[in-house]
């Protein structure tokens, strides 16, 4: 267990033994409380520490060879490598601590301009994202869908045990928290009828996934390997890769999904570091086959993280639970998704964002989309208040949150919250 994440640390920053942000947390985001000015932050119990005043105060000046945390992105701050976010985040510990002779505790004029509650700042996109590539890395989720499209004698794919399926998605519309859906329009051809037709999505769905962000990539010709994964990723985000079904039943034979997944991914406007997650690590499940010595790790580890959706429809007053699952029952690491996505040659640059898939898991309730909680429509969702759902109505908001939990403090990822708006036209 690395020192930032000691147990024993201490804040002078007040917060709940339930925050998500507790002083072994330390996610970085891009905030800004005028609209006009988007810098670097860390969220620390309710409050944000501003990078920028920090850093213009000389607090990182025998770190970094160059100002990074005034921009509105973190990409340049990714760039510099493991050493560096390892360094930084070991002086933002230190200057958080309640210890004597702190440098931030002790200077109250400092701290005036250094902390801000999070209710008086808006959350902007963490970086600019260059490349999205969404892998299909559940078991439980593949096999699900694969039995409800082909039947259970068919729903792995042959390919699907050897390696980690994905695809290449669209960057442009990767949005931060907060921003709301507008349903999309497309083709859609039901079972049974002669011809599509163009209409909005009659099926629109959420699923939960996790997404990684590249701090530094790789050459182009140069594969990263899988034991040095870890070291290329800066950290995770919760990512809602929303997904209107009926379009892509229609559209995604023999490429895969187009249309009825580039019209929006939400992603949570903090990024947690792996290091930070470093308490929470467990022995993944064993893959049989074994995976050929590309994709095999000496340490197969992956993350103990619960995962929960939410629903509002307009007619509650309070989001109810509708799913709980957990980032370990991923079959394939996220070590192994960057190890296959690079061994072609593939170049990753800082900021290319990876989704897991969604990450549904053994029960019912893990199922981690619609598509999957009503068996296609077959077992609609029912809903406390006596409504029920196979798919998103306009104006439900989708909440999703996530935290990796034990005895001495949660690791929260703050959340992801979209309403779904009306089609336009």
Not at 197 to 212: I, N, V
Request: some cysteine.
């Amino acid at each position: 267990m690395g020192s930032t994440t000691d147990p024993k640390l201490k804040s002078f920053i007040q917060y709940d033994r339930n925050t998500q942000f507790p002083i072994q947390n330390l996610p970085y985001g891009v905030f800004s409380t005028d609209e006009k000015n988007p810098r670097v932050g860390v969220a620390i119990g309710d409050y944000i520490l501003d990078l920028k005043v920090v850093e213009a105060n000389g607090l990182f000046s025998d770190i970094l060879d160059e100002p990074v945390f005034h921009l509105p992105e973190l990409n340049p701050f990714m760039a510099k490598g493991k050493e560096i976010w390892t360094k930084v985040r070991q002086r933002i510990s230190k200057l958080l601590q309640d210890t004597q002779n702190n440098e931030l505790k002790d200077n109250e004029d400092l701290k005036k301009k250094a902390l801000v509650h999070q209710k008086n700042a808006k959350m902007h996109l963490p970086f600019r994202v260059g490349e999205f590539t969404d892998f299909y890395a559940s078991r439980y989720h593949a096999t699900n869908v694969g039995t409800i499209i082909r039947g259970p004698e068919n729903a792995l794919q042959p390919n699907w045990l050897h390696l980690p399926v994905g695809y290449h998605g669209r960057a442009s519309s990767v949005i931060v928290s907060g921003k709301d859906i507008v349903r999309p329009k497309g083709q859609i051809k039901p079972s049974g009828a002669e011809q599509p037709f163009f209409s909005p999505t009659r099926f629109l769905d959420f699923e939960f996934e996790m997404g990684f962000v590249v701090g530094t990539g790789n050459e182009l010709g140069h594969p990263i390997p899988v034991e040095k994964a870890k070291d290329h990723i800066f950290g995770l985000v919760i990512l809602n890769d929303w997904s209107a079904r009926d379009i892509q039943g229609w559209e995604y034979r023999p490429l895969g999904p187009f249309t009825a997944k580039n019209f929006a991914t939400s992603i949570s406007p903090w990024v947690v570091t792996l290091e930070a997650l470093e308490p929470f690590m467990v022995k993944k499940e064993d893959q049989d086959p074994m995976p050929m010595d590309y994709l095999k790790s000496s340490n197969p580890l992956t993350y103990d993280i619960v995962l929960e959706t939410y629903l509002q429809t307009i007619e509650m007053k309070e989001p109810e639970r509708i799913m709980r699952s957990n980032f370990k029952y991923l079959y394939w690491t996220i070590d192994q998704m960057l190890a296959h996505h690079t061994v072609t040659g593939c170049n990753m640059r800082t900021g290319d964002l990876c989704g897991t898939g969604t990450i549904s898991g053994p029960e019912k309730e893990t199922r981690a989309c619609l598509l999957e909680l009503t068996w296609r429509g077959k077992e609609p969702l029912q809903l406390s208040n006596g409504e029920t759902r196979k798919a998103l109505q306009d104006y439900d908001r989708v909440i999703m949150k996530a935290y990796a939990e034990n005895e001495h403090f949660r690791i929260g990822f703050g959340e992801v919250s979209s309403q779904v708006l009306p089609s336009i036209g």
